[in-house]
């Protein structure tokens, strides 16, 4: 028998997205003036409005509204037409110091005895579907936008675009849990109003023909570009049989923050992994790394990944669990879906991954080089896959090196 798993991705320009990307410029501003900054900052976005609150410690000081105007800026709201523009949008900025409860179990004398600031358990996970290791119908949804977005800013094929724009992926498994084809795609994308009905009689054929346009460009530019950034064998599992959805509503023209309200970490499936497997329920964009919710599930991505690269298994799930003012994790489990290569069960290999990385805070830290003002660029399709790449002097994406694959085999002698 086999089975489908549906994962969804949103654009960049999506409101929970833009409030994101607001929350994380704002905490990379702190971390660019003092790299031991403990931010947590949320925002919210709706029709020609900006709501920011956030908690800080910091020897930085930093003028959010006009982060929040940058941030929507570069992202492309410059329209007033779109009712949320970064010129004319309303902004209003809520801030308060960080409870000294909290700091005291943060700063501690010493560094490296840093305590996790609440319990909470993260999950990091890998797989080797796709070469980024990552779960193939999320990647493929986060290429989709990819490539949309890209021809958006081409101004060339699909002119009509606008940024707003969901994508969601339908991949068919086989019982041996191997992608055998893609089941279903769903493609929702803004677009200009670029047919004129000759009156109110023919709308409703003037927004069929837009449709229509819309979904022809999708099936035969935009898929057809994605297809060429996979490996042939990923090629292969697009066939004449994939379902197709193209603006199922009809029409997409308001939206964006104007017609949908925007918030902070409503997005965190699509920030991590499409639900394969399991998720924590906290977030990470606004969160500075002290916050064991952002900085170890990124170090549970780590471990996952160097995991199923040096041939551990074709998958694993990490969990790492705290306990708020305790450094060391309360524990730390594997779970290799019984598709384990090598001759140890999974509680023996929690034991040598917890031999090989160090997982209190600060250690996570330092590892991960999680004090630079590195988020916004992390902030819009998904945290966990990307190239690790350096960008203006700054490491980005650390938890996505396979940097522990040699120590890691040398662990488990193979």
Known sequence: MTYLFTSESVSAWHPDKVADQISDAILDAYLAQDPNSKVACET??????????????????????????????????????YWFDADSCDVEVFLHAQSPDINRGVDRENIKDQWAWDQGMMFGYACNETENYMPLSLDLAHKI????????????????????????????YSDKWKPIRINTIVVSTQHDEFLTPENWESQLETDKKMLDQIYDDVKNIVLPRV???????????????LILYVNPT????????????????RKIIVDTYG???????????????????????????HIA?????????????????????????????????????????????????????DMRPNAIENRLKLRNPIYFQTASYGHMWHESRNESGLELFTREKLDYVDKIRKEFSL
């Open 145 to 172: 936008l990819i490539e949309l977005n890209g021809i958006r800013k081409e101004w060339k094929d699909m002119p009509y675009l606008r940024p707003d724009a969901k994508s969601q992926v339908t991949v068919e």
């Open 305 to 357: 990944k160097n995991l199923v690269a040096a041939g551990i298994s074709d998958e694993i799930l990490v969990q790492v669990a705290y306990a708020i003012w305790v450094a060391k994790p309360v524990s730390l489990y594997i779970n290799t879906y019984w598709k384990s290569k090598v001759d140890f069960s999974d509680s023996e290999i929690a034991k040598k991954v917890e031999n090989i990385f």
């Open 250 to 265: 009809g029409k997409f023209v308001i939206w964006w923050p104007n017609g949908d309200t925007g918030l902070t970490w």
């Open 227 to 241: 297809k060429t950034k996979l490996s042939e064998n990923l090629q292969k599992l697009f066939d004449e049989n």
């Open 275 to 301: 639900w394969k497997w399991a998720h924590w329920g906290w977030a990470f964009s606004g969160k500075d790394p002290s916050k064991v919710d952002r900085s170890a599930a990124y170090a549970a991505r």
């Open 44 to 81: 919210l976005v709706t029709t020609n409005k900006v709501v920011i609150a956030w908690e800080v410690k910091s020897k930085g000081s930093v003028n959010a509204e006009q982060i929040a105007r940058d941030v929507i800026r570069k992202i492309g709201y410059t329209k007033k037409e």
